[in-house]
C-alpha cells in the first residue's frame, strides 16, 4: 500500500481499524481528540460501533465489558481522563482483560494545559491505580512507530490478557507524517483462542464464563497475584524493546530519551557526530518492561549518562537504578508543554562532555 500523509491522533485510530479493533469508547479531552472524532467517522464504515461515553470513568467501564466479551477494544485520552480511567484499568488488569489504552499526554499537573508532555511516565509505567498490577507500556517516536505499535499492542494484549498502553507526547498525536500499513501484515505473537470470554452460556459445552477481580478468600487472592506477578515477568522476559543508535562505536557519552524526545536528541547527535564529537543514543520504545541490561551496558561503556525528559525527571529514576547510584547521571528537562530543541539537546550534550573531560 503506498504512504499517505496522516495527522498522529487519526493514523493511530486507523492503526486500530486495521488492528481488527470495531469498538472505542471514548470522551473528548485535548489533544486526543481527533482520535475519538476520527473513529466516530470510520467505525460506523467498517460495522464497528463508536460510543461517546458521558465521562472517562464511565468510557473505561464500557471497555471492561466488551473486553470481557471477548472483542479488540481500545480507547484514547490525555493525562487528566488517564487518571480518571485508573480504577477500571486495576480491574481490567486484575480481571485479565486485554484492552489497548492511548495516552497522548499533555502537561501537568492537575489541569495543566494542553501542550506536549512526558509527566505521566510514572502514571502508566509504576501503576496508576491500586494493587499489585503491570501494563506493557509502549512508547513511539514517529507516526509511523505510533501505527506499527498500536497494531503490535491488540496482539500484545491478546496474547498476555493484559491491558496495554501506548503513550505519546501532543507532538506525535499532532504532527502530519508519512504512514503505511501494512497489508500482509502478521500478528507479533501468538493468540489464544477467547474460551474465557463472556459470549452467551446455554449450558453446553463449557462451565459459566465469569469475568471478575474479586477474591474474598485471602488464599485465593493471593495465588491470583502470584499467576499476575509470573506473568508480569514473562513480559518483562520477553517484550523489551529499543533503540540503539552508534552504541557500536566509540563515544564518550550517553543520551538516553524517548519518543519524540528523542529524535530531537538524535539530530543534535548527528550533527555533533559530524563535527568529531562522541557521543550515542539509547531509545526506550517499551517502557515496561523497561531496556535495564541494554541501558547498563551502554552507559559503561561510555562512563557517563545525560537524561533529557519533558519533566521533572520520571524515566531518570529508572535510568539510576540500571546504571547504579554513584554512575555519573546529568538530567535536562523541560515542562509546561515547552519543547527540547536540537540546540538546546546540541548545548547540554556538549556541556557534559566537557563535565567528562574536566573529572579526567
Known amino acids: ?4 500523509l496522516m495527522k498522529g491522533c487519526e493514523a493511530i485510530g486507523e492503526a486500530a481499524i486495521k488492528a481488527n479493533c470495531k469498538l472505542f469508547f471514548g470522551y473528548p479531552i485535548t489533544p486526543q481528540n481527533e482520535i475519538p472524532e476520527y473513529m466516530s467517522r470510520r467505525l460506523p464504515q467498517v460495522g464497528g460501533t463508536f460510543v461517546q461515553a458521558e465521562s472517562e470513568v464511565a468510557a473505561s467501564n464500557m471497555l471492561y465489558g466488551a473486553a470481557g466479551a471477548g472483542e479488540r477494544v481500545f480507547t484514547s485520552s490525555s493525562s487528566p481522563g488517564i487518571s480518571l480511567m485508573q480504577e477500571a484499568v486495576s480491574y481490567m488488569a486484575g480481571s485479565e482483560l486485554p484492552v489497548v489504552i492511548v495516552n497522548i499526554m499533555r502537561a501537568g499537573p492537575g489541569l495543566g494545559g494542553i501542550l506536549p508532555s512526558q509527566a505521566d511516565y510514572f502514571q502508566s509505567t ?19 512507530e505510533a501505527v506499527d505499535l498500536m497494531q503490535d499492542a491488540f496482539d500484545l494484549a491478546d ?5 496495554v498502553m501506548v503513550i505519546a507526547d501532543g507532538l506525535i498525536g499532532q504532527m502530519m507524517e508519512p504512514v503505511e500499513f501494512k497489508e500482509d501484515r502478521q500478528p507479533c505473537r501468538s493468540l489464544p483462542s477467547k474460551d474465557w470470554a463472556t459470549t452467551g452460556w446455554k449450558g453446553e459445552g463449557r462451565p459459566r464464563a465469569i469475568v471478575n477481580s474479586l477474591f474474598l478468600d485471602p488464599n485465593l487472592l493471593e495465588r491470583h497475584n502470584e499467576k499476575l506477578t509470573a506473568k508480569y515477568a514473562e513480559m518483562a522476559r520477553n517484550e523489551v524493546r529499543v533503540a540503539e543508535y552508534f552504541t557500536d562505536e566509540d563515544y564518550d557519552l550517553l543520551v538516553v530519551a524517548y519518543g519524540s524526545v528523542a529524535r530531537v536528541c538524535l539530530s543534535a547527535i548527528r550533527q555533533l557526530r559530524a563535527e568529531g564529537k562522541r557521543v550515542a543514543l539509547v531509545r526506550p520504545i517499551s517502557l515496561f518492561p523497561f ?15 545525560l537524561v533529557v525528559e519533558l519533566s521533572t525527571g520520571q524515566m531518570l529514576e529508572d535510568v539510576r537504578m540500571a546504571v547504579g547510584k554513584d554512575f555519573p547521571v546529568a538530567f535536562h528537562g523541560r515542562t509546561g508543554g ?19 573531560e574536566a573529572s579526567r
Open 1 to 4: 500500500m503506498a504512504r499517505k
Open 126 to 144: 509504576k501503576g496508576g491505580g491500586h494493587g499489585d498490577y503491570r501494563l506493557l507500556v509502549l512508547a513511539p517516536s514517529s507516526v509511523q
Open 159 to 163: 496474547h498476555y490478557r493484559n491491558p
Open 291 to 305: 531496556p535495564t541490561e541494554v541501558i547498563e551496558r551502554a552507559a559503561n561503556k561510555a562512563g557517563r549518562v
Open 338 to 356: 515547552n519543547l527540547v530543541t536540537p540546540d538546546e539537546a546540541r548545548e547540554k550534550i556538549l556541556a557534559q562532555l566537557a563535565a567528562r
